[in-house]
C-alpha cells in the first residue's frame, strides 16, 4: 500500500487542551507557554520547582504523584511526599558538598527514588546526569569522565558497574538506601537553588555516527517548552493516570516521564521490571492508565502476541503516543482496530529538549507521518546548499532557530555543537524527510550512520571501537541492518587477527565482550567474518555505507 492509498484518521470527538491548532499556530508566541509558571509571576526559575514544589504551594500536596508497580510491589506517592523527599535528598547533596553546576549522576533503576535523586540534584543547581540503568563499565566512566563528574548515586548492586578507579573526578558514591534510611535531621527548610534560564539542568549523553556518545546540555528555560508540549501534545487533566514506558537515562524518559506530566501536576505510573505483554497490559487495566507513551518496537512486539490483548480491560486508555523510530501505519490500523485508539506518532530528538513534529489529539491523522509542527516551530526541508525544497520532496530535516527546548551545548565540544547550524538560521536534525502541502512530516531515514534499535540512538564508532579491543579482532564495521520488529539490529562486520579462526564460540565470546562492557543493546545481534572491509582509497576510512548496501541487497 503507498502512503498516499493509506486511510487517514479522523481525530475523536472530545475535549482536547489544544482545540483548534491551526488558528493557535498562527498566534501563539513562546512566551504564551510561561502562563501556568510560577516564574512567571515570581521572576524566580528552577525547573525541579515547578515540576513539584509548585503543586504543593497550590494546594494539590495530596493528590498522587506516582505509582510504583514491579511485580507484586506497589508504592504511592503524593506530590508532597515526592516534594519532602527531594527535600530529603537535596539536603544530603549539600552535605556532601554538591555545588550550582556540578555534574551529579544517577544510575538506579526505573524506581521512584531514579526520579526523585534526578529532581533533587536539579533543585540545587547541579547538572543531573541520568544513566540508563543496563549500562556496563566503559558506558559509565567515558560519560561520567567526560563532564567530570563529582557524585554519583546508585545503588548497592549497580555500584558493580561503576569503575571507581577509572573516574579520578568521582568523589563521593552516595547510595539510594542510604539516603532513604538516613531521615534524621530532616528540616522544613526548602532547598531551591534560583537559577538563570540558561543555567544548565541536565545532560543526557547521546550517539551520532562519529565518535563518543556526546553531552547534550539542557537548560532551565525548556521548562516553558516541556510544560506545553505535555499540555498540548499528551493531553494530561487533571484526572488522567500517565505512563510513559521509557527509563529516564533517555531523553524520552526524563522529558516525557517525568518533567512534562508532573509540570502538568499528572499521576505518573513508573513500572519496574522487563518488557512482557502480559504485565503491560495487566498494569493498564490494574491502574487504569489513560495516556500511554512508548515506541513503535513495543507496540509491534505487543502486535505481535495477538489476542493477549483480549484478556484485559484497556477501556480506560484515551489517548496513545509513540517516539523514536518510523511508526509503521500497520501499528496505528492495530491500535485503531483492536483499542479504538489512534497512536499518535511524535518526533523530536535529545538536542531538540521537547517535541518539535507532533500529531495532536484533534487533529487528523495520515499514517507513516510524523505529524505537523508543534505551535511557535517552523520546520524547513532543506537542499544540499541550505534552500528550501519544493513540497513532497525529500532534504533535510530542519527547525528555525532558537525555541525554548533547544539544547545549550555538546559538553566540552564546541565543534560538534556548531555542527547543527551550519546554515545560518536553522537548526539540522539529521533526519531525512519531506513534507507535504499540508505541512505533514514524513521521515525517511538518517543522512548518516547512527543506528536506531528498539528507538535507541546507537553510535557505531563506540560499538567498532569496543570490538576492536577484543584480541581476535583486526578491523570492525557496523551498521544497522533492517529488522521488521526493532526497526533495526546492530550488525557488525569484522576482520580477524592473524591466528584466530571463526567459530560460533568466537563469535559468542565477541558478543559477550561488547555487552559485558557497554551494554545489551548495543552489542551486535548479528557478526560476520569479512577477508576485508571496504575502505575509502584515499583515507582509509571503513565504508559503512557500502556494508549497508551489500547487506539490504543481500536480503533481498
Ligand atoms: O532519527 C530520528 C529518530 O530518533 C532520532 C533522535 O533520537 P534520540 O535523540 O535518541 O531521541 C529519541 C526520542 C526523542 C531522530 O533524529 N526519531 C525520533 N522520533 C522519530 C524518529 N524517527 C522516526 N519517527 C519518529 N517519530
Not at 484497556?314 to 500497520?330: D, F, Y
Request: hydrophobic letters at 35%; proline letters at 5%.
Amino acid at each position: 500500500m503507498s502512503l498516499s492509498q493509506l486511510e487517514i484518521i479522523e481525530p475523536v470527538s472530545g475535549e482536547h487542551n489544544l482545540p483548534n491548532y491551526p488558528e493557535v499556530r498562527r498566534h501563539f508566541d513562546w512566551e504564551d507557554a510561561k502562563i501556568g509558571l510560577s516564574f512567571n509571576e515570581t521572576g524566580k526559575l528552577n525547573i525541579a520547582y515547578e515540576t513539584i514544589d509548585r503543586h504543593v504551594h497550590d494546594g494539590h500536596g495530596d493528590k498522587t504523584a506516582l505509582h510504583y508497580v514491579n511485580g507484586d510491589e506497589r508504592i504511592s506517592y503524593t506530590f508532597k511526599e515526592v516534594k519532602e523527599k527531594t527535600d530529603h535528598y537535596a539536603r544530603v547533596l549539600k552535605e556532601n558538598g554538591v555545588v550550582k553546576g556540578d555534574r551529579v549522576f544517577v544510575f538506579l533503576p526505573k524506581t521512584p527514588e531514579c526520579y526523585i535523586a534526578i529532581l533533587s540534584v536539579i533543585k540545587i543547581g547541579a547538572i543531573a546526569g541520568p544513566l540508563f540503568e543496563a549500562f556496563m563499565e566503559d558506558a559509565v566512566r567515558d560519560r561520567m569522565n567526560d563532564c567530570n563528574a563529582s557524585l554519583l548515586i546508585t545503588d548497592k548492586d549497580m555500584v558493580e558497574r561503576v569503575p571507581k578507579e577509572d573516574i579520578p573526578s568521582l568523589e563521593t558514591i552516595l547510595f539510594a538506601e542510604d539516603i532513604e534510611a538516613e531521615t534524621d535531621g530532616d528540616t522544613v527548610e526548602e532547598y531551591v537553588e534560583w537559577m538563570d534560564p540558561e543555567d544548565g539542568m541536565l545532560i543526557h549523553y547521546t550517539s551520532g555516527s562519529t565518535g563518543k556518545p556526546k553531552g547534550v546540555l539542557h537548560a532551565h528555560r525548556v521548562v516553558s517548552h516541556q510544560y506545553q508540549s505535555g499540555k498540548w501534545v499528551l493531553d494530561i487533566k487533571d484526572d488522567d493516570v500517565y505512563w510513559c514506558t521509557s527509563h529516564p537515562g533517555w531523553v524520552t524518559g526524563s522529558v516525557y516521564g517525568l518533567f512534562a506530566p508532573w509540570l502538568n501536576r499528572a499521576t505518573i505510573v513508573i513500572q519496574g521490571g522487563r518488557f512482557k505483554a502480559e504485565h503491560w497490559y495487566k498494569l493498564i487495566a490494574e491502574l487504569k492508565v489513560s495516556i500511554w507513551y512508548s515506541a513503535p518496537t513495543a507496540f509491534r512486539m505487543l502486535l505481535s502476541q495477538g489476542d493477549v490483548l483480549k484478556d484485559y480491560d484497556l477501556s480506560s486508555l484515551r489517548h496513545i503516543l509513540s517516539v523514536g523510530e518510523p511508526l509503521n501505519p500497520e501499528v496505528i490500523y492495530w491500535a485503531w482496530e483492536e483499542l479504538g485508539v489512534r497512536i499518535h506518532d511524535t518526533w523530536w530528538m535529545t538536542e531538540t529538549g521537547a517535541h518539535l513534529v507532533v500529531n495532536l489529539p484533534g487533529e487528523k491523522i495520515k499514517p507513516g507521518s510524523m505529524g505537523r509542527p508543534f505551535p511557535g516551530v517552523e520546520v524547513g526541508i532543506l537542499d544540499e546548499a541550505g534552500e528550501i525544497v519544493k513540497r513532497g520532496t525529500t532534504g533535510q530535516l530542519a527547525v528555525r532557530t532558537p525555541w525554548p527546548g533547544l539544547m545549550k551545548e555538546i559538553w566540552g565540544n564546541k565543534d560538534k555543537f556548531d555542527s547543527y547550524f551550519k546554515y545560518e538560521g536553522w537548526y539540522l536534525s539529521g533526519d531525512l524527510a519531506y513534507q507535504d502541502e499540508e505541512d505533514y512530516v514524513f521521515f525517511q531515514s538518517r543522512d548518516d550512520d547512527m543506528i536506531n534499535s528498539s528507538g535507541e540512538r546507537i553510535g557505531p564508532f563506540e560499538v567498532e571501537s569496543k570490538l576492536i579491543e577484543h584480541e581476535a579482532i583486526q578491523e570492525a564495521g557496523v551498521i544497522g541492518k533492517p529488522d521488521k520488529v526493532r526497526g533495526e539490529i546492530v550488525k557488525a562486520f569484522i576482520v580477524l587477527r592473524e591466528g584466530f579462526e571463526q567459530s560460533p564460540e568466537l563469535l559468542q565470546e565477541i558478543r559477550v565482550f561488547v555487552r559485558n562492557n557497554l551494554a545489551a543493546h548495543v552489542a551486535p545481534k548479528e557478526i560476520e567474518v569479512m577477508e576485508e572491509l571496504p575502505k575509502t582509497t584515499i583515507s582509509g576510512k571503513i565504508l559503512r555505507r557500502e556494508l549497508k548496501k551489500w547487506e539490504i541487497e543481500k536480503a533481498g
